[in-house]
């Protein structure tokens, strides 16, 4: 079972943490779908925490397919997160046929030896899910893939998510469910895909607001939901 929760800042993060948060996805703007934050606060985020925290590495907003200056700076902002130590990424990159960008995702890779990388939900722009699946899994690198089963939200792919799941049967990358799960709909989606592991961003906030702070007792409760089914309860 694994509960990542989105942050903004080291106080968000820490609010996530006393939630029973597993795992931060420290980004910026969350109304673009996320982008890269500001890194020179790399020190602070990690000394917020004991949690692991992934880093977005995304230049904007829109689609996926970047142009070679966006491609370096991504790898230079890779670099930089490798430097700050403690801390691995979250990105994702296509060609414009809608298949995993292998050139562009080698390069990231490579900015980063050692460090592990969630590909983000790029992955529900692919043409082909089951095949943008194997693409990634022969790097080790990346052992993770945030997806709602190419829906506008996890809910209403769960039928795509659990075929994902069971193709990838446990093995890395580990499919991590996230997008539109909210308290209220977390129990039914987690026994319609079999999913433990989820991403949440607006439902860990007060009121629901992607743009409001974290509040700690939403992630609790969403917490007390995964564990009671965990339990068969």
Same mark, same amino acid.
């Given at each position: 079972?694994?509960?990542?929760?989105?942050?903004?800042?080291?106080?968000?993060?820490?609010?996530?943490?006393?939630?029973?948060?597993?795992?931060?996805?420290?980004?910026?703007?969350?109304?673009?779908?996320?982008?890269?934050?500001?890194?020179?606060?790399?020190?602070?985020?990690?000394?917020?925490?004991?949690?692991?925290?992934?880093?977005?590495?995304?230049?904007?907003?829109?689609?996926?397919?970047?142009?070679?200056?966006?491609?370096?700076?991504?790898?230079?902002?890779?670099?930089?997160?490798?430097?700050?130590?403690?801390? @691995? *990424?979250? =990105?994702?990159?296509?060609? /414009?046929?809608?298949?995993?960008?292998?050139? $562009? %995702? &080698?390069? #990231? +890779?490579?900015?980063?030896?050692?460090?592990?990388?969630?590909?983000?939900?790029?992955?529900?722009?692919?043409?082909?899910?089951?095949?943008?699946?194997?693409?990634?899994?022969?790097?080790?690198?990346?052992? @993770? *893939?945030? =997806?709602?089963?190419?829906? /506008?939200?996890?809910?209403?792919?769960?039928? $795509? %998510? &659990?075929? #994902? +799941?069971?193709?990838?049967?446990?093995?890395?990358?580990?499919?991590?469910?996230?997008?539109?799960?909210?308290?209220?709909?977390?129990?039914?989606?987690?026994?319609?895909?079999?999913?433990?592991?989820?991403?949440?961003?607006?439902?860990?906030?007060?009121?629901?607001?992607?743009?409001?702070?974290?509040?700690?007792?939403?992630?609790?409760?969403?917490?007390?939901?995964?564990?009671?089914?965990?339990?068969?309860?």
């Amino acid at each position: 079972m694994l509960l990542e929760v989105i942050a903004c800042t080291p106080e968000e993060a820490a609010a996530a943490e006393r939630g029973g948060a597993d795992r931060i996805e420290w980004i910026a703007d969350p109304l673009s779908g996320g982008v890269t934050p500001d890194l020179s606060r790399a020190a602070e985020m990690r000394r917020a925490v004991k949690l692991p925290i992934r880093v977005m590495v995304r230049p904007r907003g829109g689609g996926f397919v970047y142009s070679e200056d966006e491609r370096e700076e991504m790898r230079r902002d890779i670099r930089r997160i490798a430097a700050a130590g403690g801390l @691995d *990424v979250v =990105t994702g990159v296509l060609t /414009p046929e809608g298949t995993v960008d292998e050139s $562009a %995702l &080698a390069g #990231l +890779l490579n900015a980063g030896p050692g460090l592990a990388f969630t590909f983000h939900r790029a992955f529900d722009e692919a043409v082909d899910l089951p095949r943008a699946l194997e693409t990634l899994s022969v790097y080790p690198q990346v052992t @993770d *893939v945030l =997806t709602s089963g190419g829906a /506008p939200g996890a809910p209403e792919g769960a039928a $795509a %998510l &659990a075929e #994902l +799941l069971r193709r990838s049967a446990g093995r890395p990358p580990r499919i991590l469910a996230g997008a539109g799960l909210t308290e209220r709909n977390l129990r039914p989606f987690l026994d319609a895909a079999g999913a433990d592991r989820i991403h949440i961003g607006s439902a860990a906030r007060f009121g629901g607001d992607p743009l409001a702070p974290v509040d700690p007792e939403r992630v609790r409760a969403l917490r007390r939901i995964m564990e009671e089914r965990a339990a068969g309860r």
